[in-house]
């Protein structure tokens, strides 16, 4: 958010108006946020360094995170899970209820969003109605197929990025090309805006929900339910309106112009005098009484 030159993380908002999994509401009525967020994933993600590598890093990035931090939660959501079998405390039952939750919605999304790995559905539902240690134990080994998955994807696509460095290392020319194009084009603070670098955590636990926040710049937000529905972390690459996906630059140039029409249309009216007006009159009365 930008507010008089300053930028802080979302999460440093009061809960009441604060957001950790997407931009809150109250952040979408600045023109200055989309001004702000556009540029920066522009610049990072389109000059003339960053292209040869973003889609390799992307993939990198989605892989690492399922294999090294989504996965590893799930385990451990299923550990604790099992430990509380049997418990009758309240406390507890809640407990295991919101973790047993939280894990069928993560796989779900993740069978939905992944189609290489065939999980059969009713299988995996009689597990969850069933849900005893037995249960726990085929869960486990579903998000370790997840995991291994994820990380033989992870080593392929590295070696892939590995081979364009080495084709740029291979002559003193090339390289002199390289150090002068990340030289002139990449910004590391920006980097670390856009990645996320300085949080603490990289994975947290929002209304039931796993969420990344490591890599927002690499993190392409799921489709909505809703078709109307735009909302995402902050720096997505890409947004979707209309069941489509759209670049975030030009999504944001879009509602850069929708907020100048809006003005342009209350300055031609002239709303915001009338509104002014209405609450005068309102209070003109209200003293009177």
């Given at each position: ?113 992944n189609h290489d790995i065939a999980i059969d559905n009713e299988d995996l539902k009689g ?163």
């Open positions: 958010m930008i507010l008089s030159g300053a930028i802080f993380s979302f999460d440093k908002l009061n809960k009441l108006v604060g957001n950790k999994e997407k931009v809150p509401v109250i952040a979408d009525m600045m023109v200055s946020r989309w001004a702000f967020e556009g540029l920066a994933v522009r610049q990072f993600r389109d000059n003339k360094f960053e292209k040869a590598f973003y889609e390799y890093e992307k993939n990198e990035s989605k892989e690492d995170f399922k294999s090294v931090y989504w996965g590893p939660k799930l385990l451990a959501k299923l550990d604790e899970c099992k430990l509380l079998l049997g418990n009758k405390e309240p406390k507890k039952l809640k407990t295991l209820a919101a973790d047993k939750e939280l894990v069928m919605l993560e796989l779900m999304k993740e069978i939905e969003e597990n969850f109605d069933r849900f005893d240690a037995k249960s726990i134990e085929y869960f486990k080994s579903v998000v370790n197929i997840y995991i291994d998955y994820y990380t033989r994807k992870y080593n392929e696509v590295n070696q892939k990025k590995d081979q364009i460095l080495n084709k740029f290392m291979s002559s003193e020319k090339t390289m002199h090309l390289f150090s002068e194009t990340k030289k002139n084009y990449f910004n590391e603070s920006l980097a670390d805006l856009v990645k996320n670098q300085k949080a603490k955590n990289k994975i947290i636990e929002y209304k039931g929900n796993l969420v990344q926040i490591k890599d927002p710049i690499y993190n392409v937000p799921l489709k909505p339910t809703n078709p109307l529905n735009y909302r995402t972390h902050l720096y997505a690459p890409q947004k979707y309106f209309a069941g489509k996906l759209i670049d975030t630059f030009w999504f944001n140039m879009g509602m850069i112009w929708l907020f100048t029409l809006l003005l342009c249309f209350t300055l031609y009216f002239e709303t915001l005098k009338k509104i002014i007006e209405l609450f005068s009159k309102f209070h003109f009365k209200h003293q009177s009484n």
